[in-house]
DNA sequence: GGGTTTTTCCGCCACC
DNA sequence: CTGGTGGCGGAAAAAC
């Protein structure tokens, strides 16, 4: 089976915790695994202590040679999204991916793919926060921002930090088929695999104005009787307001729209209720306010990109 | 899944 | 004149 060696590049002022998840996937040793694991290696542009968030430092000998040569090269989170890659790196990821190398980005570690025209025309992803920034900068890679991860074959890339660990756990996959990584996956104690896009990690536009607490107060409201039947009327009553006001107040504290606003707050509360309780479906969609079950799948799906019935799973599932 | 009915939401405007 | 209010009509969206 096929394993080689992996790189992964650490940059001044980095966070250690996505060089962490890929140490943990092809770093540690996995005797209880039938199969040649994977060789790896952490890579600076320069070779020596290396600053990380925290104050420490992290030394390593080996430099952009050694991540040009390796199977599989990843870049975690640049630290900043409006800087070009260097030279020197735009140089080897092109040498690493000339030469047949897997390459594969965490988080904004996208910046630097598409630095090195290496997105080019691709479909791609990177953290939420900077899909508006990488689409700006780098208008010819093809972003999709509502996905966990993007394989498109020799290139990869995936959403937030943790999307990195999904993605890692799918090179295992591919590498050594779904029991290996299974295997892993419980080791990590993660979900061998999470269906649905980053939107549902997209925090709420709760927004509250303080300068309209007629409206957050009738949103408070709102969320203690998510159950019953709400109405832009019974809601625009709670403000004392006119459902004319109600809807202009709310629009511009929190730049929803009431219904938008409640759906999403319906959705986000059954996420608890599949997560950990084990009432059907049919039964979360009640017990969060929607008044029919199709209702509830619809809205489900269209903020979360999955079922009820798989989200929930993805949360039982142990491989 | 498509069609019908109901509700939401927003521009317009008269009115404090 | 500025700034908020709220009824009306109809396109758009949601519910059924």
Do not use: K
Request: charged letters at 20%.
């Amino acid at each position: 089976m096929p394993s080689g060696t992996v790189a992964v590049l650490a940059y001044p002022g980095m966070s250690v915790f996505e060089t962490g998840i890929v140490t943990e996937v092809f770093g540690l040793p996995r005797p209880e695994l039938d199969v040649a694991w994977y060789r790896l290696t952490v890579c600076a542009e320069r070779p020596g202590p290396v600053p990380v968030v925290g104050g420490a430092a992290l030394t390593t000998p080996y430099g952009l040679d050694e991540l040009a040569g390796a199977d599989t090269v990843i870049v975690p989170g640049v630290s900043d999204v409006r800087a070009d890659p260097s030279p020197a790196l735009v140089d080897a990821l092109r040498r690493a991916h000339a030469r047949g190398a897997r390459i594969v980005s965490i988080c904004s570690g996208a910046f630097a793919l598409a630095g090195a025209g290496l997105l080019d025309g691709r479909p791609a992803t990177t953290h939420w926060r900077y899909a508006a920034t990488l689409r700006r900068r780098y208008p010819r890679v093809l972003l999709d921002p509502d996905v966990l991860y993007i394989d498109d074959g020799e290139i990869m890339t995936s959403a937030g930090s943790a999307a990195g660990l999904d993605l890692c756990i799918h090179l295992v996959r591919r590498d050594h088929g779904p029991a290996i990584a299974n295997a892993v996956a419980r080791r990590l104690v993660v979900a061998p695999h999470r269906d649905g896009g980053q939107a549902q990690f997209v925090e709420a536009p709760v927004a509250e104005d303080p300068h309209d607490d007629r409206i957050a107060a009738s949103m408070a409201w709102a969320l203690a009787h998510l159950a019953e039947p709400l109405t832009v009327a019974v809601l625009a009553r709670q403000a004392r307001m006119s459902t004319r006001s109600y809807l202009r107040h709310f629009a511009r504290c929190s730049g929803s729209t009431p219904i938008r606003w409640l759906t999403g707050q319906r959705v986000q509360a059954s996420l608890a209720l599949l997560a950990t309780g084990g009432a059907p479906v049919d039964e979360v969609a009640a017990r969060v306010g929607f008044e029919s079950p199709a209702t509830f799948r619809y809205h489900f799906g269209r903020a979360m990109h999955t079922s009820p019935s798989a989200y929930r799973r993805a949360f039982r599932a142990t491989g």
